[in-house]
């Protein structure tokens, strides 16, 4: 059964960081498209970052290059996202997602078909 968990969520002041995790079972991570998305209260999900299996290109938001870091390391099965947060716009749920398609649109959160359950990341001072 293919599963994704994220943790590493939580409390974090601007200015400081959090790295969240994204364990994947039942399949092997790096064929996989993978992603990171965020959705904060009544807003809509938006694609923060991701990578493409094909040829490991990235993807950023503009809203976070700069500041997040997506990597994955294979021997773990797991992605990762290193967040240095600098407001509470950051504040949401982050979910990890992937898909197997080879040819994908990155950070389109309709073209990823499996997803974790999501953790909360909440900044402030």
């Known amino acids: 059964q293919l599963q994704l968990v994220e943790s590493g969520g939580g409390l974090v002041q601007p200015g400081g960081s959090l790295r969240l995790s994204c364990a994947a079972s039942?399949?092997?991570?790096?064929?996989?498209?993978i992603g990171w998305f965020r959705q904060a209260p009544g807003k809509e999900r938006e694609g923060v970052s991701c990578?493409?299996?094909?040829?490991?290109?990235?993807y950023y938001a503009d809203s976070v290059k700069g500041r997040f870091t997506i990597f994955r390391d294979n021997a773990k099965n797991t992605v990762y996202l290193q967040m240095n947060i600098q407001n509470p716009e950051d504040t949401a749920v982050y979910y990890c997602a992937a898909d197997p398609k080879q040819l994908i649109r990155l950070c389109i959160s309709s073209d990823y078909k499996y997803w974790g359950q999501g953790t909360q990341v909440t900044v402030s001072s």
């Open positions: 039942g399949f092997t991570l790096d064929s996989y498209a």
């Open positions: 990578i493409n299996s094909r040829d490991g290109r990235k």
